[in-house]
């Protein structure tokens, strides 16, 4: 059964800080992996997917990488905004074709 | 192109009664999946329709929940009767189903209390 695995749970930082967030997988056979934003009492917004054969994706200030073979995945977020400030979820697909998700990092980027 | 739609938002009820969801996924998308969401975890699958086929409802207690995808559009889950422990956030999200491809939509959810 694939257990996805999201580190640090929480982060607080200053404005403007570069940051990671990692997940990690513990079955490498996946089709593709997800991360989304949560925004408080809010649904699950996709930000990024990487598929199996890529390395990484980026989206303006987010950089998504995959490290299959490891079971690895890490966000990178450049100089952070306070409305960045949300829970981050990551969720592998693999075989089962079922998306399965971390408990997330709930990031706070205070002014 | 609008979202998935959910109703209701918020739904509060006394246990032993029952409450139903909705969700309208974005049109085109074959795939359906429900999803419960408790307080500090991530969304862990009830059920996943492919159209109008329930091909994964490993996780979903059939004891006191059913779903339903009428014409591969719509579906309604249920629960029958409610207990404490169902107090959730439920999330519904679609996808087109291109496997390696398969990016998800989200819902807004729906708030569940259990009194």
């Known amino acids: 059964k694939q257990e996805v695995t999201q580190i640090p749970a929480a982060l607080s930082v200053p404005e403007g800080e570069n940051l990671v967030l990692n997940c990690s997988f513990t079955d490498s056979a996946i089709y593709n992996l997800q991360w989304f934003r949560q925004d408080p009492g809010k649904g699950l917004t996709s930000l990024l997917l990487i598929q199996s054969s890529q390395r990484e994706q980026t989206s303006g200030r987010l950089n998504a990488s995959l490290d299959k073979s490891s079971g690895r995945s890490t966000l990178y977020i450049a100089a952070s905004q306070p409305g960045d400030s949300a829970t981050y979820l990551c969720a592998v697909t693999g075989g089962s074709y079922i998306p399965t998700f971390g408990r997330g990092t709930s990031l706070i980027v205070h002014p | 192109e609008a979202g998935v739609v959910q109703s209701p938002r918020y739904k509060i009820i006394e246990k032993k009664q029952p409450v139903a969801f909705w969700c309208n996924p974005i049109s085109g998308h074959n795939t359906l999946y429900w999803y419960r969401q408790n307080l500090g975890q991530g969304p862990e699958l009830l059920i996943r329709y492919e159209n109008e086929e329930a091909v994964d409802d490993s996780q979903l207690p059939k004891d006191r929940f059913s779903a339903e995808r009428l014409k591969g559009v719509d579906s309604t889950l249920k629960i029958q009767p409610a207990e404490l422990g169902d107090s959730a956030v439920y999330l519904c999200?679609?996808?087109?189903?291109?496997?390696?491809?398969?990016?998800?939509?989200f819902g807004s959810g729906t708030q569940l209390s259990v009194l």
């Open positions: 999200a679609s996808s087109r189903g291109d496997r390696e491809l398969e990016k998800l939509f």
